[in-house]
Structure formats: C-alpha cells, structure tokens
C-alpha cells in the first residue's frame, strides 16, 4: 500500500525544487540520493547489479521476501557479528534481537523500507515512509502524516488489493514522474489510467483517507482539519516547491541575480514556517 501511494505522496507534497542554485525536480531529493550513492560501474549496472537507494522491482508480500532479496542483491558493507545465538535465546523463550539482519537492512536504502525491531523484548515489524522531505510548516507535515496512514490502512484493508490491479513498473513511474513534475504529475492509476495527482486526490484518495483515519480512531474533527489542508493545497495546486519557485522567480523579476533570490526567498520561508500557516496560503 505504501508503495502505490509513493508516487501521490510526492506530488501533493513536493518541497526541494532547487539544488546549488539550480531550479530541477520538484522533489529533487529523490534523484540526488539516488544518483549520489550510486557507486556501481557501467559494467555491474550492466550486469545487473542493484543500487542500495532504490524503489524496488517488485510487489514484496512478506517479510520473507524483503530479507531474501537482501541477501540476494546486497553484499554485506559491515562485517559485525553479535555473540548472540537467535536459535538459543528463541529455545529459552527469548526474543532474539538480529542485530546483523537489522544492520544489513539498514545499508539497503528503500523509499518505504520494512523493518524487524524489538522494543521492551517485544518484537515488532514496521514500514519506515521515507518519501517525503519535511515541511514546508508542521501543520503542512502533520496533514502529509494524515493522508498517508489513513489512504495505507484503507488500502490495506480492502477487498481487493490495489497492488493486484497495478503494475509495479507503473508505481515506480508514479514515484519518479511525481518528484519530477510535483502537484502537476500526470499518475497511473487503476480503473482511470492517466489522471492528474489533483484530481486523483480530490476524487478517489482523500474520502479513502477519511475512511482510514476513522478506522485508526482518529477524532473526526482532527482529520477533517489535516485533510483538510491537502484538499485546499490539490485546489489551490500550490504546495512548497510551488511557492518557493514562484517567490524566486517574482524575486529575480524585481532585479535579484540567482543567489540572492534564493536568499531571500529562504528567509521569508524560515518566517513563514513559524507562523505554522499552511503553504497553500501563503502569498506568492
């Protein structure tokens, strides 16, 4: 579920459009980490070797899976052994802790990446959503957390699982193509095809988020406020990389070269963030 989502994820709440002064992808975080830590050869990426920031290849549908294409794609980077025998302490009644499973995983670097932890001896599984850059305000980043949790459990929970309806390869389209073209991002999805991330959100994700929500217990008047927020930004189609281009390019108008505009612009966000008004409304 969080998977398929990826790609809407980031074009509702793209917020990194500039790197070393240049005006790039909407989210160009997501590019940059990729292609920085990529240290593979022309010959292994021929060969098939697989890079350690990566979105996948394939629908995985148990834990099983995640750990069988660690070991199969990913060399160990650290060789750190624990004295720990999980065998032992799982025969003593124990929760063995796996701290060269976890080490391994931890070195592979998936956008929504799947982990085996344990807390109080109590073992537990989790996904860590990595997607999306933080802000541009807390109210902004508290509404991204909303729709996210309430879209996944609904997805989750239905009859019918979205990934059984949809390719991976298109998923991965969704995530590369929405942090290219941010709130713009023309998106696959199943039952439409072609459709704009707004629109998408407006009409089909948002009451799924609302029903999700629900589900969790969140208080109804809480969840209208932050979904709330993502329905105004779709509307409005202005989330952070929106305005911070948009407040660059009016600077340069005004007669600032590149580097000042940026400067300025990046003050005026910094304020702006402390008033903890959501990006949708702030003049452009």
Known sequence: ASQTIAGIQLAVGANSPYLLGKDLWAETRIPLFEQATDTRSEELRAQGVRPRVWFGERWITSIFDLFEENVRYFPALLPITEEEDPLAVLEAGGTPGLAELRLHNGTVYR?????????DDRPHLRVENRVLAAGPTVADTMANAAFYYGVVRALAEHERPLWSQMSFSAAEENFHVAARDGIEAQVYWPGIGQVSATELVLRRLLP???????????????????????????????????????????????GADRAEALRSTLLEYRDRMHSNEPVHTWPS
Do not use: K
């Open 111 to 119: 956008w929504n990446r799947p982990i085996y932890d344990v807390v």
């Open 208 to 254: 799924l988020a609302r029903e999700g929500l629900e589900r969790w217990g969140t208080d109804p008047a809480e969840s209208a406020r932050l979904l709330g927020i993502i329905e105004a930004r779709c509307s409005t189609g202005r989330n952070g990389a929106c305005w911070f281009r948009e407040r660059v390019q009016a600077n340069e108008a005004a």
